[in-house]
Nanobody, 114 residues
Framework: QVQLVEAGGGLVQTGGSLRLSCAVS????????MGWYRQAPGKQRELVAF???????NYADSVKGRFTISRDNAKNTVYLQMNSLKPEDTAVYYC????????WGQGTQVTVSS
């Protein structure tokens, strides 16, 4: 089992920055991929970014150049640095981890005001 706890959401103005964190515990050695999804009101959950265990990353086109996913193995924490935020980035952001199954955090709200 893997447990994920997100933190770092909040309210920010357009153009501002936030850093989300995802603390990982449990059977972390079996994780082969970690990442972030988001879900805006009335919309489907969508992929934001992910990082494979080898360190390669992928980003949604909508966040490329603005968001950066990173990890601190010593702290068992994955981060999402979000810069140049836009109102359309407003959503609940979910951390996820993949072993043979997917695990999800509880989500953290990010609101970008115009």
């Amino acid at each position: 089992q893997v447990q994920l706890v997100e933190a770092g959401g909040g309210l920010v103005q357009t153009g501002g920055s936030l850093r989300l964190s995802c603390a990982v515990s449990g059977t972390t050695g079996s994780i082969n991929l970690m990442g972030w999804y988001r879900q805006a009101p009335g919309k489907q959950r969508e992929l934001v970014a992910f990082m494979r265990s080898g360190g390669s990353t992928n980003y949604a086109d909508s966040v490329k150049g603005r968001f950066t996913i990173s990890r601190d193995n010593a702290k068992n924490t994955v981060y999402l640095q979000m810069n140049s935020l836009k109102p359309e980035d407003t959503a609940v952001y979910y951390c996820h981890a993949r072993t043979s199954v997917l695990f999800w955090g509880q989500g953290t709200q990010v609101t970008v005001s115009s």
